[in-house]
């Protein structure tokens, strides 16, 4: 997965719209099935916890199908990258301690896997407004592009692909 510039207003305004629009169909489906399932085969009263239970789990279903269905619209593509940058982010986020010691022993890919690491985080946290670390994670850049430097290498994130993670 390739680092791109997304425009973060954008980004906020899909993303809020999206997240409304999610909770008003799940919870909409959530209670209309339910509802139709106690009124056709429901019991006596509070007896219909596990037909409640489908009716939510259906309706919850049916939203998650929705949003990965419309994932690859032009409208969610700012949503939809954030969310792929989180979940490749989360995958190097495993190996963490193993990619440290490896950056330590001066391996090239693991430096690539760092640096693409903390670039994408970076762009996570500006984006979503979690600016309270974000000092911290731009020092470890910095260190890491000394590192880099130091080494005679010539990296970029964007040369980053998810099977160099399988090394670690």
Do not use: P
């Amino acid at each position: 997965m390739q680092l791109i510039d997304i425009d973060k207003n954008t980004y906020r305004s899909h993303l809020n719209v999206v997240i409304v629009c999610a909770v008003a169909v799940f919870s909409a489906l959530g209670v209309g099935i339910s509802a139709a399932l106690v009124y056709w085969f429901g019991a006596a009263q509070g007896q219909n916890f596990y037909l409640n239970l489908l009716g939510v789990c259906t309706g919850g279903a049916i939203a998650a199908w929705c949003l990965h269905r419309l994932k690859g619209t032009r409208y969610f593509y700012e949503v939809a990258y954030v969310w792929d940058l989180k979940q490749e982010l989360n995958l190097i986020n495993r190996k963490l301690a193993v990619l440290k010691k490896a950056v330590e022993a001066q391996d090239q890919d693991a430096m690539l896997v760092m640096l693409y690491n903390l670039q994408g985080s970076k762009q996570l946290w500006q984006l979503d407004d979690n600016l309270l670390n974000l000092q911290e994670l731009e020092l470890e850049l910095i260190q890491l592009e000394h590192k880099i430097r130091a080494c005679g290498l010539t990296l970029d994130a964007n040369q980053y692909h998810r099977r160099l993670l399988d090394k670690f």
